[in-house]
């Protein structure tokens, strides 16, 4: 199988300069409602993990403290560019998600969007999330997953040997992998095509305790104001986005 970390670095790399062009708009709405199940309180110390070119940045609230690491300098250097674009301050790293170069229990929230489905193992990178979460941290993940219930056929098995090497792997069920990395799944949304991309909120399971319920994000949401470049008062986007 062609997934190593060697392998998504350099093709990553290559992909940087046109990733927005293809993950911008199409990601814009999946990413919101994400983002908006998690409980933000301001002052939280939040890490993007896998931050790609930043395209989270727009829709996180004010006053939080920003951690964004990725694999690919390249990446990295479009995330810092966004984030003076939009008057952010963000400490961005090149960073292998399987190795973070932070505390333990650092963290309010960990994001992990469209990452546990790039990197080739997974399980090594939950367990470096739950490693840098606090002990009542939310755990934010956004990505595409084979249903819970029934492990990939013959044939999406056969397509995956090609999607996991130019792209992303369509076999890896959410709920194993977290319950295996020592989380609880708080909160699980189908946010794009069916329920092949889903947005799941996660605590610790040996720190889990009821958090207040959040309306579900496919709620109907106010409308969000579009300011050019500026940081929004709410979470909302800063930069042309569909969604
Ligand atoms: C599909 S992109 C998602 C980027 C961003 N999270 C987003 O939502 O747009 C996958 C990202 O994961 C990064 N990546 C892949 N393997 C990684 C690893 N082992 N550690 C850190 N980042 C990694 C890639 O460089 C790329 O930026």
Known sequence: MLNTTVWNRWR????APVYDAVAQRTFARARRRSLNQVCWQSGMKVLLVGAGTGLDLPWLPR?????????????VKRLK???????IDVEARTMDAERLDYADNSFDVVVMHLILAVMPDPAKG???AHRVLKGDGQLCVMDKFQS??????LARRGLNLLTSAIATDITRQARP???QAGFVIEQDTPV???????????????????????PRPDEPQPEEPRPAESRPAEPGPTEHQSG
């Open 12 to 15: 990553y790399s290559l992909y």
């Open 63 to 75: 006053d939080l403290e920003i951690h964004a690491s990725d694999l690919c300098p390249a990446m």
């Open 81 to 87: 560019d966004r984030a003076c674009r939009l008057g």
């Open 126 to 128: 939950l367990a470096e």
């Open 148 to 153: 819970d219930e029934r492990p990939s056929g």
């Open 177 to 179: 992998l977290l319950d």
């Open 192 to 214: 794009m095509m069916g329920s092949l991309f889903r947005a799941l909120i996660a605590a610790k399971a040996d720190h889990a305790e009821p958090r207040p319920a959040k």
